[in-house]
């Protein structure tokens, strides 16, 4: 046993000191990125926010929508070949777990996803996708250290996905005691990755468009989002909801999930995710407009006229 003093940092920690800026306008903010991948130099152009892989927010609607606007969607794991064959393109990413690792004829982008990314079965997992199909983008996670996002990304990952125990719909710190403050993960793994020219996802913890801001202004190569995106006309299956209704999402090893998809949870483990009600929040576009929004007023504030520039521009002050 030891323990690390070092004291590390969740987004309610910090603020952004503001700057002076030669930017005109909120307009001039240009949010696009363009990626090379590590393993096969693939190109991936977009808003990099990506819906997360839950079957309340990573769904076919809600993909169609995000993908006209430029951003990314993880198609949940339970998706089916029909529902989401239309929707397969660089914008979305097919989610598999350790039970299926091949990945369906057509699919370029591939998440293996795991609640514990730190496994040398997982890793093995990764290393077998890699070298059978080397030609696709893989993102791959959970973790949040440096040296499990280097492991990752050596084995055959282009992405990392970082956060474990973060998520509003997740238990793990909770059940197991399990965890590590995310944006300190973020700073971390993102050094660790961009050192080996590998990229990485913010998985978690974003409540508010100020968290994604430091998530990117931290080093995050993408932010994936869940229950921000919950809620909506895209996520879900009703077409009667009125405004002020309460609406149900769910993390993926919640025992509502494995009770849907397995049967419930197996003897062996306990759930580690639980079920959030969110109001109804009409159609996706509207929210995303109020994110993107204050991504660039952000951006205005430090005088970053990219968002790739914005992590360079970023001093975090503690406020906690």
Same mark, same amino acid.
């Given at each position: 046993m030891r323990i690390e003093f070092e004291r590390k940092i969740n987004f309610d920690? /910090?603020?952004? %000191? $503001?700057k002076r800026s030669a930017l005109h306008s909120r307009a001039e903010v240009d949010l696009t990125r363009t990626f090379k991948t590590l393993h096969n130099a693939n190109?991936?152009?977009?808003? $990099?926010?990506i819906a997360s892989n839950m079957d309340t927010v990573?769904?076919?609607? /809600?993909?169609?929508?995000? @993908? @006209?606007?430029?951003? #990314?969607?993880?198609?949940?794991?339970? !998706?089916?070949?029909?529902?989401?064959?239309?929707?397969?393109?660089?914008?979305?990413? @097919?989610?598999?777990?350790?039970?299926?690792?091949s990945p369906w004829l057509g699919v370029q982008n591939i998440c293996l996803d795991v609640a514990n990314g730190y496994t040398e079965a997982f890793v093995q997992s990764v290393q077998a996708v890699r070298h059978e199909f080397?030609?696709?983008?893989?993102?791959?996670? *959970?973790?949040? !250290?440096?040296? &499990? !996002?280097?492991?990752?990304?050596?084995?055959?990952?282009?992405?990392?996905?970082?956060g474990v125990g973060p998520g509003s719909a997740c238990l793990t710190t909770e059940v197991t005691g399990v965890g590590y403050p995310q944006l300190s993960a973020i700073i971390e793994c993102a050094d660790a990755a961009h050192g080996l020219r590998g990229l990485i996802c913010a998985d978690g913890g974003c409540k508010t468009s100020g968290?994604?801001?430091?998530? #990117?202004?931290?080093?995050?190569? #993408? /932010? &994936?989002? +869940?229950? &921000?995106?919950? +809620?909506?006309?895209? *996520?879900?299956?009703?077409?009667?909801?009125?405004?002020?209704?309460?609406?149900?999402y769910y993390g993926m090893s919640s025992a509502d999930a494995m009770e849907k998809y397995v049967?419930?949870?197996?003897?062996? %483990?306990?759930a580690e995710g639980k079920v959030v009600e969110v109001p #109804?929040?009409?159609?996706?576009?509207?929210?995303?407009?109020?994110?993107?929004?204050?991504?660039?007023?952000a951006c205005t504030y430090v005088g970053a006229a990219t968002l790739k520039e914005l992590p360079k521009r970023t001093t975090f002050v503690r406020v906690k």
């Open positions: 920690d /910090v603020v952004i %000191r $503001p190109i991936i152009t977009g808003i $990099p926010i990573g769904t076919p609607r /809600v993909a169609e929508a995000l @993908q @006209q606007i430029g951003m #990314f969607t993880a198609l949940h794991k339970y !998706t089916k070949f029909e529902e989401c064959f239309k929707v397969w393109s660089t914008f979305s990413f @097919q989610t598999f777990g350790l039970d299926a690792v080397p030609d696709l983008t893989i993102m791959a996670g *959970n973790v949040a !250290t440096a040296d &499990m !996002t280097e492991a990752l990304l050596l084995a055959g990952a282009d992405i990392v996905k970082v968290d994604i801001v430091k998530a #990117f202004a931290a080093g995050a190569d #993408f /932010v &994936m989002l +869940g229950g &921000m995106l919950a +809620g909506h006309t895209e *996520n879900i299956v009703r077409s009667d909801w009125r405004e002020g209704d309460k609406v149900k049967g419930g949870v197996a003897e062996y %483990r306990a #109804f929040r009409g159609d996706i576009k509207d929210t995303v407009k109020t994110i993107l929004g204050g991504l660039r007023s």
